[in-house]
T-cell receptor, first 114, second 117 residues
Framework: DTAVSQTPKYLVTQMGNDKSIKCEQN?????MYWYKQDSKKFLKIMFS???????INETVPNRFSPKSPDKAHLNLHINSLELGDSAVYFC?????????????FGPGTRLTVT | AQSVAQPEDQVNVAEGNPLTVKCTYS??????LFWYVQYPNRGLQFLLK??????LVKGSYGFEAEFNKSQTSFHLKKPSALVSDSALYFC???????????????FGTGTLLAVQP
């Protein structure tokens, strides 16, 4: 069984469209994250939820909106897509929000905006 | 500002030789340090972490890392490299500027490890 899964794996869309990426974890974790990895492989946190509460909200365009319907799911909705949004988006989860829990990553969603 | 530096974009090593992937950090207070590995077209996988205690940390796949407080380093090592170790390696430190309220990680820029047969 996949621990952290994301759908879709690939997403190709045109500028101006709205799209969503879904993430699910079956590890029983209560904290989930969204990361963006750019073309140079630089990895940066975007958001984090703990028990459906937003706890990390980095400086990203407000076109990006996360939503966590329950502890096992975290979705990312992107409005009015731009060329610069092209990247690989990773979902991750951890056992808790504090201290030193390692994070478990999903396989990524490669978003290409044309 | 807190940061992590991986000074080498790429490390080349022959199979069977020891390998080292370097990482230095800058953080206020005691650091919580991590190594992750990313294989092509895959997500990151946790390798090991240093929280406290013994400066030599052992992790997955035969990797280990040595925490050196005086040099603010956390280098990843393996005694004998395998071709299958070829991947992108990330060092990360837990951000402490939020007062410990979250498990936010700051990642280095990554080091590509290439192991030649």
């Amino acid at each position: 069984d996949t621990a952290v899964s994301q759908t879709p794996k690939y997403l190709v869309t045109q500028m101006g469209n709205d799209k969503s990426i879904k993430c699910e974890q079956n590890l029983g974790h209560d904290t989930m994250y969204w990361y963006k990895q750019d073309s140079k492989k630089f990895l940066k946190i975007m958001f984090s939820y703990n028990n459906k509460e937003l706890i990390i909200n980095e400086t990203v365009p407000n076109r990006f909106s996360p939503k966590s319907p329950d502890k096992a799911h975290l979705n990312l909705h992107i409005n009015s897509l731009e060329l610069g949004d092209s990247a690989v988006y990773f979902c991750a989860s951890s056992q808790g929000r504090f201290y030193s829990y390692e994070q478990y990553f999903g396989p990524g969603t490669r978003l290409t905006v044309t | 500002a807190q940061s992590v530096a991986q000074p080498e974009d790429q490390v080349n090593v022959a199979e069977g030789n020891p390998l080292t992937v370097k990482c230095t950090y800058s953080v206020s207070g005691n650091p919580y340090l991590f190594w992750y590995v990313q294989y092509p077209n895959r997500g990151l996988q946790f390798l090991l972490k240093y929280i406290t205690g013994d400066n030599l940390v052992k992790g997955s796949y035969g990797f280990e890392a040595e925490f050196n407080k005086s040099q603010t380093s956390f280098h990843l090592k393996k005694p004998s490299a395998l071709v299958s170790d070829s991947a992108l390696y990330f060092c990360a430190v837990r951000d402490r500027e939020d007062g410990g309220a979250t498990n936010k990680l700051i990642f280095g820029t990554g080091t590509l490890l290439a192991v030649q047969p």
